[in-house]
């Protein structure tokens, strides 16, 4: 596999997790393919097969709608978000990947708290303007949380 | 934009949080170049376009200082720091970078605990010895934090 | 140094934290060396020239005992493990390695919460199937764990 895929696959997911903490939806959901799939399971759903997501999402017109619903919703659940994204692991020549992440919130009386931590498993694909997501699994470590669809993960 | 340059980048950004992490600060002060400004700004100000800054140096000579401070202050407060840098986002040409932080903090008892969350702004120039830091401005999350100026973030 | 280096250096560390965290050890037993070390330190003991080693392996038959032990112990600590490992820095044309690591563990509740930070230190060694890790010191900054063995870090 190329350097440049691995940089770009870098690139793609710093920006995924930038743009939720910059609450850029719009842009953060121009990451995405015209035709893709958006889901958060929690890991220990997943593992042992069983089909319950906390959100799913098969196409980006419900995943705008839904995320239309949560920046709604986040008028009385003020905070703000930092995604913290460690090494990706990438497999298929750059077009699927796997990266943890730790997603921290802090109120309005700015006190920091871990939100969750997950896994991110993606299928990409190439387009005119760069890679976009097809298929984004959010394995969620953490399912006792209690606001859990503020923004999403 | 060339993959070697966002190696370098990486590579700086990593410096940069072992360097503190490892309490070497005169090796710190050298990623900075000779004309530089650091500040840390509360997000919530920086997105109002307050200016007031909790820290707020315009030259190195100001850097140095403060830190001298900071490691006197520290004779009290005795702890280890920990950065964790999660993938940065890489702007033009590899001269501006910006990347999320979470700091961990592990007092003389050996227990850790979440500093403070944020996000590193920087702006880069090249150097004979490689990439420096010209501006680096830290947008902190967390700022009901108990003792802000123990160390620089 | 080549590129190539630092993208295989981070992919090698990627995958030791996704392996543990996905439960896979055998394969995670696979990024040593025939002729390995693998040792967990409390920083401040390492700081101060302590030999005293919270874990010690100086063979890989020795770590694959210790990791089986683990697995039995394991049965009655029920946990999942996600590892967020930071930017590395990279030296000795990509033959050594230090990152910054945070260990997240989350319990049958759904729970997550910080297990502890460090650094990892490694000595790499080129293979025939790619880097290897023959030397692998963890420095823990977190000593004051309540369960410390529970999985390897």
């Known amino acids: 596999m190329s350097t440049t895929n691995h940089v770009a696959v870098y690139e793609l997911l710093a920006e995924y997790g930038a743009l939720i903490d910059a609450a850029k939806f719009d842009e953060w959901l121009d990451l995405f393919a015209e035709e893709c799939r958006y889901q958060i399971v929690p890991r220990e759903n997943y593992d ?36 913290i994204i460690g090494l990706p692991r990438i497999f298929d020549d750059g077009l699927a990947v796997e990266a943890p992440f730790a997603l921290y919130q802090t109120d309005q009386e700015g006190e920091t708290r871990l939100f969750a931590t997950g896994l991110y498993q993606d299928q990409l694909e190439p387009g005119e303007h760069g890679l976009k997501i097809r298929d984004k699994l959010i394995l969620l470590d953490t399912f006792a949380v209690s606001s859990l669809l503020a923004t999403p993960l």
């Not at 995943?63 to 703000?80: C, G, S």
């Open 48 to 83: 042992r097969g069983l089909p319950a997501a906390l959100m799913f999402c098969d196409s980006r017109a419900v995943l705008e709608d839904r995320i239309r619903a949560l920046r709604e919703a986040n008028k009385y659940n003020i905070h703000t978000d930092r995604h």
